[in-house]
């Protein structure tokens, strides 16, 4: 069954360095996400991408944050210089043209700044 | 802004108890809605979903129907097991807009005794 994979699944970093976490979706998906968790908190947004452009992005995705689809295949978020509270698991998603909304998950990369 | 409501966890039950989660939603339009599972140290995985009123989402044992005079959409289970010990997320998806695909309710930790 294809599958939405992630890497790396844990990163941990110095605060004020630059990170990349990768995502290759489900190849004919047309719509890709990231959201991310703090640990015990809620899942939130940060921003969904679509047709080679952010389509919509949350209050969380200011300008230390980046994506990017450089190959067609591979979908990536940067975080130009981490702070302690990008401390988080950031899940990658991807959707079809399913009008019903359903997202497909990767397993997550967790992120810890120190 | 659409948003979701869970009850508030953790939520502890004895196998083979009845389980329910209630989840209500706020959206405009006719958002479709899910139940996504979240096992320890794993990704979101999708349970269940209804993309209409009256509709009834299903799988492994579990239920919910999309009430639309309520706006809710409560997770039910006759008989748990402690392999369901997880944490279950409601979310909607509003189709009108198709971008941030998915808002997700805080989440509810389930713990299943043996």
């Known amino acids: 069954e294809p599958e939405v994979t992630q890497t790396p699944s844990h990163q941990v970093t110095q605060m004020g360095q630059e990170v990349i976490l990768r995502c290759v979706p489900i190849?004919?998906?047309?719509?890709f996400y990231w959201y991310r968790q703090i640990l015990g908190q809620k899942v939130e947004f940060l921003v969904s991408?679509?047709?080679?452009?952010?389509?919509?992005k949350s209050e969380i995705f200011d300008d230390q944050f980046s994506v990017e689809r450089p190959d067609g295949s591979n979908f990536t978020l940067k975080i130009r210089s981490t702070k302690l509270e990008d401390s988080a698991m950031y899940f990658c998603?991807?959707?079809?043209?399913?009008?019903?909304?359903?997202?497909?998950f990767g397993e997550g990369s967790r992120l810890t700044v120190l | 802004g659409n948003s979701v409501t869970q009850m508030e966890g953790p939520v502890t039950l004895s196998e083979e108890a009845f389980l329910t989660i209630n989840c209500t939603y706020t959206?405009?339009?006719?958002?479709?809605l899910f139940w996504y599972v979240q096992y320890p140290g794993e990704g979101l995985q999708l349970l269940l979903k209804?993309?209409?009123?009256?509709d009834k989402g299903s799988n492994k044992g579990f239920e919910a129907t999309y009430r639309k005079e309520t706006t809710s959409f409560h997770l039910e289970k006759g008989s748990v097991q402690v392999s369901d010990s997880a944490v279950y997320f409601c979310?909607?998806?509003?189709?009108?807009?198709?971008?941030?695909?998915?808002?997700f309710g805080s989440g509810t930790r389930l713990q299943v005794q043996p």
């Open positions: 998603a991807s959707k079809d043209r399913d009008a019903t909304g359903e997202l497909f």
């Open positions: 190849s004919n998906h047309l719509y």
């Open positions: 991408f679509y047709n080679n452009e952010i389509s919509e």
């Open positions: 959206a405009t339009g006719y958002p479709s």
């Open positions: 209804a993309t209409k009123a009256d």
């Open positions: 979310a909607l998806s509003d189709r009108g807009t198709g971008r941030r695909a998915l808002t």
